[in-house]
């Protein structure tokens, strides 16, 4: 493969490929409930924290990371833990469990930012136990174990939470790759320029390849190596929670400088 930006279209490429990924996204873009409590958490990031996007684009760019690191590691020979454990019956049904996390994983800010969570875990019980069935009808009593590992992914998108399923890490990981253009998953307050803005705002982009020797490579491009303060703060403790820092490495790339920087 490639390597692919990490943007806000990048989740079409996996949906539009998948009967079930694109009715489950479809349901979900187009669910009230889901959609204002989205629309609420980036009230309470943005206009009453005055932090950068936790809304709508982040859930999109999350979503399709998620999707592209998933499908990366399968190729390599990694085994989806809900495959493994039997809670999921197939490789789709393992994609939709990291789509409905990624997705969902932020909607805890629209009650407070602090556990935001554990909270949006237990929100999205309630939204899970309706949209599953809804892009499964014949699933059964099987929804709850897939609702589960749904709501241990977004729970452990918390940055000092072990990830226990391949899942839950691969969207921990996903969360702190929307860091380009001031996107940086580490608040920082809006039109205040202290280091977390002048590190969020010197990444340019970040690129997910195929590693060397291992499934997957992060490329971080910066305009400077403020940029680093970043990854140290929550990428990399993202990818060390992720129970995946084996099956990962990071480059940055500063103005041609191109060096590793996970593992070292």
Do not use: C
């Amino acid at each position: 493969m490639n390597g692919v930006v990490v943007n806000p279209s990048l989740v079409h490429k996996h949906v539009d490929s998948s009967k079930l990924l694109k009715r489950a996204y479809e349901v979900l873009e187009n669910d009230d409930e889901v959609q204002e409590l989205i629309k609420v958490a980036n009230i309470m990031a943005v206009g009453r924290l005055k932090y950068n996007d936790h809304g709508i684009v982040h859930a999109r760019i999350v979503s399709g990371a998620a999707l592209e690191l998933f499908s990366r590691l399968i190729k390599s020979g990694v085994r989806p833990s809900t495959l493994e454990f039997g809670t999921a019956r197939s490789i789709e049904e393992s994609k939709l469990v990291v789509l409905l996390a990624a997705y969902l994983h932020d909607i805890g800010n629209a009650v407070h930012r602090e556990n935001h969570e554990m909270i949006g875990a237990l929100l999205a019980k309630d939204i899970l136990d309706r949209i599953i069935p809804e892009v499964l009808p014949d699933i059964g009593r099987r929804k709850y174990a897939l609702r589960q590992e749904v709501m241990h992914a977004i729970y452990a998108t918390e940055m000092h939470t072990k990830a226990l399923t391949v899942e839950a890490g691969i969207v921990t990981i996903a969360d702190g790759t929307d860091m380009a253009e001031g996107r940086a998953r580490i608040p920082y307050r809006l039109g205040k320029m202290d280091m977390h803005a002048v590190s969020a705002l010197s990444i340019k982009r970040v690129v997910i390849e195929d590693g060397d020797t291992v499934p997957i490579r992060l490329n971080i491009v910066m305009g400077d190596h403020a940029g680093l303060f970043q990854f140290e703060a929550v990428l990399k403790p993202k990818i060390l929670s992720s129970g995946l820092q084996d099956r990962i490495e990071v480059f940055i790339n500063v103005n041609g400088e191109h060096r590793r920087v996970f593992p070292i």
